[in-house]
């Protein structure tokens, strides 16, 4: 039976719950908003920009970030950052790493090559040119060790956007043709079909009778950050690439089959766990891995790549997501560490430089989404 207390109670519960969903749907908005994007992404790069790793200037830690500095250079046009990233490629000298055949050494270039763009200064891309030339013509030890020069999923982010850039900025097409055979060597090896996810590398490929490694739920093991620095690549190589490129259709329909995948594996919290298909035995959402997806599928949408009804709604979830992971003062935490496979050694005070510059990117590309 009911009683009047009972009637003011229930009321009560309905008003309280009406006032914080509210405000939970305003302050998601907020996310949203042009000024709190680049407020944010500032914060990010600054922070960063302040907090340096043991690990030089021009390594792939740091290549991978300054990808996001100079996407919220372009968002925000921020003299400071445009300054900052100028002074570390002459710091560096304009060099790449030492290992012209390894894909981590050359992701700093895609920095300088936007930079070169600005200003027109081919110090800033002379060594880069050198490094590929040596690539196009001298053996490298990662194909003798390894039988691919491009052997690992990360490198798919690395290397394809440089040689892409290099393709459009020099107006020299054999850049993508060597892309094209590097990148199809590895697709072919570490692309399961199946999954329509990678394999970090030939060491978590599965034999004929089913052995290989695998998660605590007897799945296959792939890593949420390799698959991410995947599906980032191809946006770059997708952003730099002639639209009447012959092969552009394979990356063009390879990014939509990741995509379908990608988005199923969603958590409810917007993000996405270390370990993409065991994500119950990796409970917390990470950083790095997350804020890629989230880029790819912005991009994707914002280029009608992707269907809008369906995407959409997992690109805010995911936006919503990454900025729970970041603090006041712009640290991005629960990025988890340095490595070749999903862990669980992370938490909220967990940063790496990559981590910063996979959210800048996602921030950057989330700012374009149509209202």
């Known amino acids: 039976m009911l009683t009047l207390k009972n009637c003011l109670s229930a009321y009560l519960t309905m008003?309280?719950?009406?006032?914080?969903?509210?405000?939970?749907?305003?302050?998601?908005?907020?996310?949203?908003?042009?000024?709190?994007?680049?407020?944010a992404l500032l914060k990010v790069a600054n922070w960063q920009l302040n907090h340096s790793n043991t690990k030089p200037e021009n390594s792939w830690t740091n290549g991978a970030f300054y990808t996001g500095v100079f996407a919220t250079y372009q968002t925000t046009g921020s003299k400071a950052l445009l300054d900052s990233m100028i002074a570390?490629?002459?710091?560096?000298?304009?060099?790449?790493?030492?290992?012209y055949d390894h894909a981590d050494d050359i992701v700093i270039s895609q920095t300088y090559i936007d930079l070169y763009r600005i200003k027109k200064d081919k110090r800033m891309i002379q060594p880069t040119i050198d490094s590929i030339l040596k690539l196009k013509t001298v053996p490298g030890k990662e194909m003798k060790s390894h039988g691919i020069t491009w052997w690992w999923c990360d490198a798919l982010f690395m290397a394809p956007p440089t040689l892409a850039k290099l393709a459009k900025t020099l107006g020299d097409p054999s850049y993508l043709v060597l892309n094209d055979t590097l990148f199809?060597?590895?697709?072919?090896?570490?692309?399961n079909k199946e999954e329509q996810l990678f394999a970090r590398?030939?060491?978590?490929?599965?034999?004929?009778?089913?052995?290989?490694?695998k998660e605590s739920n007897g799945k296959k093991l792939f890593w949420s950050r390799g698959n991410g620095w995947v599906m980032a690549g191809l946006v770059r190589l997708l952003q730099e690439m002639p639209k009447d490129y012959a092969e552009r259709t394979f990356y063009v329909e390879l990014f939509k089959e990741m995509s379908v995948r990608i988005l199923a594996l969603q958590q409810e919290d917007g993000l996405w766990r270390t370990s993409l298909l065991d994500p119950a035995a990796y409970p917390g959402g990470e950083g790095s891995g997350s804020a890629f997806h989230c880029y790819a599928l912005a991009w994707g949408v914002n280029q009608k790549i992707l269907d809008k009804q369906t995407y959409l709604p997992a690109v805010k979830k995911g936006w919503v997501g990454l900025n729970?992971?970041?603090?006041?003062?712009?640290?991005v935490g629960w990025v988890q560490p340095i490595g070749a496979d999903p862990r669980k050694n992370f938490n909220a005070e967990s940063w790496e430089s990559y981590g910063a510059g996979a959210y800048l990117l996602a921030g950057s590309e989330i700012i374009k989404l149509k209202k």
């Open 15 to 39: 008003v309280i719950v009406a006032f914080f969903t509210t405000t939970a749907r305003s302050q998601e908005k907020e996310l949203f908003k042009s000024g709190y994007i680049k407020t």
């Open 88 to 99: 570390i490629g002459e710091r560096n000298n304009w060099l790449p790493g030492n290992r």
């Open 184 to 191: 199809r060597q590895t697709w072919q090896l570490l692309y």
């Open 201 to 213: 590398d030939a060491s978590y490929l599965w034999d004929v009778g089913g052995t290989g490694k």
């Open 324 to 331: 729970t992971l970041a603090t006041p003062e712009g640290k």
